[in-house]
């Protein structure tokens, strides 16, 4: 017969209250049990000396018969300082997982393009705006090379153009109607 140190749940709805129990590994979780060793109350305050009250004498003495604690119960005979559990250790427990990485890449890349395109704009008029002024007989040449310029945009838009206007709709949330 296997034997285990575990917890018994009772309270009511979203109320939880336990008892640590000893019992039959193959008996239910709220089921028969051979002696109640102590209490767990998890609304209680980390702190409160309430929260966990155990029987030191009989855990140890079911520990020595053989007696397998739970995770849970186990946590709480090392504070007691029954039994030395040894700390388990997850280093890939922080790390996102394959999509979150992906999704954060595909970000970094229309916002370098995007920073990009911003910095040849900022360029572009830059140099616009060093360029001398146009004397009265080249203005209507000047007119004419703009209207052209104008009109091969509004046609055809560049692939740099089409990924600034992507990165910049999916920034800005839709408009409620």
Known sequence: MAISLRLSRGGS???P???IVVADARSPRDGKFIEKIGTYNPLLAKDDAKR???DGERASYWLGVGAQPTDRVARFLDAAGLKERAAKNN???GKPGEKAVERAEERAEKL???EEAAAEAKAAAAAAAAAPAPAEDTQAEAEAVIAAEVEAAT???TAEAEQVAEATAEETPPAEA
Request: glycine share 0%; charged share 45%.
């Open 91 to 93: 280093p890939n427990k």
């Open 13 to 15: 709805k979203k109320r």
């Open 52 to 54: 966990v009250v155990l």
């Open 17 to 19: 209250y336990y008892r």
């Open 112 to 114: 370098k393009a995007a």
């Open 155 to 157: 046609e055809e838009p």
